[in-house]
């Protein structure tokens, strides 16, 4: 399973770094993506990295803002977020599946979520 954490509340303009780690799988044998979901919203894809560390953004408006690394050593993937803007509010989960994609159905395994709230 994967685990995230490192979500907050934050002012707009400020900055959160989410951790995946790895439960049970290594993730340097997976694509790892985010996706987010805010209140009466669907879950909608962020940004994916994938076993050869390419990555995909499927938010343009987070372009330039958002980065994500792979962390072999320690088996997680970080999602670092810059100048966050009250739009970006919502729970962030990270998935694993064989291949990067913008939808659901290759990922198999999904974290819990993690809370990001911007304000201002």
């Known amino acids: 399973q994967v685990v995230e954490s490192g979500g907050g509340s934050v002012q707009s303009g400020g900055s959160l770094r989410l951790s995946c780690a790895g439960s049970?799988?290594?993730?340097?044998?997976?694509?790892v993506a985010w996706f987010r979901q805010a209140p009466d919203d669907l879950r909608e894809p962020v940004v994916c990295?994938?076993?050869?560390?390419?990555?995909?953004f499927y938010d343009d408006s987070v372009k330039g803002r958002f980065g994500i690394s792979r962390d072999r050593a320690s088996n997680t993937i970080s999602l670092q977020m810059n100048s966050l803007k009250p739009e970006n509010t919502a729970a962030y989960y990270c998935t694993a599946g064989p291949r990067c994609s913008s939808y659901n159905s290759p990922y198999g395994n999904w974290g819990q979520g993690t809370q990001v709230t911007v304000t201002g």
């Open positions: 049970g799988v290594e993730l340097e044998y997976y694509a």
């Open positions: 990295i994938n076993q050869k560390d390419v990555v995909s």
